[in-house]
């Protein structure tokens, strides 16, 4: 496979080589068949949950609202399959949150809901309430509401909208796939954002082991010279946003800051192909293209899914399991969440399932830290992950807010490199919880 070099003229701190292992990269994408029975979580975003519309009993139809909250920041929650609502019942997600979930059994016909109709956009203001409406979240894995993120703060000025094709975890090619097989989608999203919050710079940035999305965006954009594609150098954590800022535009988001503090807005491409089909179909989000592969799956391949699907339906989609997987991470191995059974639902920023078996999801043993100083060379966000280890683990809270623990973004990079196995991640996640608890007091 011929490779795409690098054009991108930026240079950023840290990252590492992983291993891409993109085993699913040119496989057209499947389209699983209704399940039987879908759980639609109430919490599928950042931000406020939502309250359920419906009761048991009630007939929905695909399209249909079934939960909403009167918080800014949230999303509205749709029937992803139509069938009869038979529970409203407490469910855990993967990073071990209990929340309410609709439960909603098939009948298998899909029946789409009347409200189904494409919005009706004359303004700003019509466009937020329609990308609010459409339940649209970060779909790159954040789940941050995207009529919050478009939503520009007043005193800010966004010059630059940023498309974000990195895809830099190993084994996630939902995003490639939909740069090739949804095309038209994201350039229609994308001329909308630019139309309506008057931005007249794009860049659609990809990185360069995916020579076949950059060949198919750049023909798709080659006449709309305010939309750029740019090639970055393949390396993780390239897509994290305030790194994908830099890379394409050499500014700095500064700590504790946001991507409009430097103009900038980042949109995962996926968001943006589902914002160009709603604005012409008007049909919310209700489906999700997600990459299932991993050592212990038979068949790994792309799945187009409702959400609310469980894990193992997808599994027994793709062949089933070759053997009884050791660990199962909603997400990419970098940054990914073990889970602790395949009954848990997809949700709206699920990416990526991935099932390993015993050999691949070999923990090693954690040594003494010998003070090498990999750690540090190979963050982001310039912190130094071997003292908030040891500040976290002490549970000094001035500590760790004096040395920024909030930055971290949890990309795993300093974890992946310690030659000690120190649980570097866990470790920084806990130091944020403390800081968190004590801002909350």
Known sequence: MSMSLPDSPFKTHGGVNVPHRKNTAKVESAVLPPPDTVILPMQQHVGAPCVPCVKAGDHVLVGQK???????????????????????QKIML???????????????????????????????????????????????????????????????HVDTLIINTAECEPYITSDNRCAIEETDNIVNGLEAVKKWLGIHRVIVAVEGNKPDVIE??????????????????????????????????????PMGGLPADVGCIVMNITSTAFLGNYLATGMPLVKKRVTVDGSAIKDPKNVITPIGTSIRALADFCGGYKEKPKKILIGGPMMGVSVFNDEIPIVKQNNGILFFDEKEAHKMEPTTCIRCGRCVNVCPMHL????????ATAKRVDDLVKLDVMDCMECGCCAYSCPAGRPLVQSIRFGKALVKARGKK
């Not at 909403?68 to 038979?86: E, L, M, N, R």
């Not at 740019?230 to 500014?251: F, H, N, W």
């Not at 130094?384 to 500040?391: G, Q």
């Open 66 to 88: 079934i939960a909403d909250s009167t918080a800014f920041v949230s999303a509205p929650i749709h029937a992803s399959v139509s069938g009869k609502v038979v529970a409203i």
């Open 94 to 156: 993967g990073g071990g949150q209990l929340v309410d979930g609709v439960k909603i059994q098939s009948d298998g016909k899909m029946e789409v809901s009347p409200d189904v109709k494409p919005p009706k956009i004359g303004s700003l203001d019509e466009f937020l309430k329609a990308v609010h409406e459409s339940g649209l979240v970060g779909l790159g894995g954040a789940g941050f509401p995207t009529h919050v993120k478009l939503n520009v703060p007043k005193g800010k």
């Open 216 to 253: 198919k965006m750049t023909k798709a954009v080659a006449n709309d010279s305010e939309v750029k594609v740019l090639t970055l150098r393949a390396r993780y954590p390239q897509g994290a946003e305030k790194v994908l800022i830099q890379s394409c535009t050499d500014r700095r988001v």
């Open 384 to 391: 130094m992950p071997t003292l908030l280890e040891k500040y």
